[in-house]
């Protein structure tokens, strides 16, 4: 049973309620339509769990981490169509805890996450229809992993047993198996091959093969679902968020303001161009007072051109993609490194003390 319109149009309710005491009874949902509901959350929450994997996002991976695994243990049988995505979910859940040896996924307390990511990676491999290089990478790095992680923590003896556990006695393992073994024997866990398969290129490959994933699945029901309800209320629920966050963004800034230091207040296009001579300066009580007729002009002004009034400054809301971009930004330069992040970066009319203050309150909001 695959995810989508095409299964939900197959599904045909009996009947819509019966009569009872003079009312109707809401019509209860089948077992199908319940699998066919429960299958398109494990579409959407694999296809979170692949993304926050790739970006790095350690909360949200968590948070879609434990709905991935809650969806499935609910399945008494696994279909077909959801083998991959299930197998997939349990491995980068053990990618990412890989060398918390401390962490169990198995009964058997002695195997590491590693080396039961190793067995879902077998899984995956069986249902891939043609296996190429990147698989075989993975499944040597992740070989080679299940050893180095041992050897890190001083667990020479357990490397040992790990290693004859998992190389056969095939010719193709017997290379890598041998010079393993006389890594493990040497109790040097810094060699030039445990160094060249890091744990940094193991995760490097397997965002390779889960991009490759995620180009292939973009056909995701509930996210195309939740596009066309936002899409034909206009926008209505971005809006209201924004206007929310811009009325706390905005108290924020007030505070701040009264306590921040004239010199921190610098325009960004003048750290750019060099003038440093320009400053922005809080506005004086004098300048405050303006006539009648001159605050009537400056209305007028606003509502013809959009222009600001005087002693005060046209909110801006931030949209979905500056914040998208604010968040790319400071993944790659860090956090305190505003000005980077907003020369880098394509800010509408923005400055690096605006990138702060946003950062900030999306802080909060998490």
């Given amino acids: 049973v695959g995810a989508g319109g095409a299964v939900a149009a197959r599904l045909k309710m009996s009947e819509a309620g019966r009569e009872r005491e003079g009312g109707l009874v809401p019509f209860l949902p ?37 709905v991935a695994q809650a969806v499935s243990n609910g399945f008494s049988k696994v279909t077909m169509h959801q083998k991959k995505m299930v197998y997939l979910c349990q491995l980068l859940i053990r990618i990412a805890e890989g060398k918390r040896l401390e962490c169990h996924f198995e009964n058997d307390t002695t195997i590491s996450p590693l080396e039961s990511a190793l067995s879902f990676w077998t899984l995956l491999e069986r249902e891939e229809s043609k296996l190429n290089t990147l698989h075989e990478e993975i499944r040597r790095l992740i070989q080679i992993q299940v050893v180095a992680v041992y050897m890190e923590k001083g667990y020479y003896k357990e490397a040992a047993e790990v290693l004859e556990r998992l190389f056969t006695d095939s010719e193709s393992h017997k290379p890598l ?36 994933f995620l180009k292939e699945n973009r056909t995701n029901f509930l996210l195309q679902a939740a596009t066309k309800q936002v899409e034909s209320e206009g926008g ?11 009325v706390k963004e905005e108290r924020e800034n007030n505070l ?8 921190e207040l ?12 320009s400053r922005v300066r809080p506005p004086s009580k004098k300048g ?36 998208k971009k604010l968040k790319s930004g400071v ?10 992040i907003l020369i880098h970066g394509d800010f509408n009319n923005r400055t690096s003390v605006m990138l702060k203050d946003r950062w900030r309150t999306l802080c909060k909001i998490k």
């Fill in 266 to 277: 610098r325009s960004t296009t003048d750290w750019l161009t060099g003038d440093i001579s």
């Fill in 30 to 66: 089948s077992a199908l339509a319940e699998a066919v509901a429960a299958d398109w959350v494990l579409e959407f929450s694999c296809c979170c769990l692949c993304r926050y994997f790739v970006e790095e996002c350690e909360a949200e991976f968590r948070r879609w981490r434990d």
């Fill in 288 to 323: 405050c007072r303006t006539s009648s007729a001159q605050r009537l002009k400056d209305l007028k002004n606003v509502e013809e051109r959009g222009d600001d009034l005087p002693c005060s400054r046209r909110r801006q809301p931030w949209t979905y993609e500056e914040d």
């Fill in 236 to 246: 209505e629920v971005r809006v209201l968020q924004n206007k929310t966050l811009n």
């Fill in 256 to 263: 701040e303001a009264k306590q921040r230091p004239a010199e």
């Fill in 331 to 340: 993944r790659e330069f860090g956090v305190g490194n505003w000005t980077k």
């Fill in 177 to 212: 198996r041998m010079k393993l073994a006389a890594i493990v024997k040497s109790k040097d866990p810094y060699v030039p091959l445990l160094q060249s398969f890091s744990y940094s290129l193991l995760l490097s490959k397997v965002k390779s093969y889960v991009k490759l």
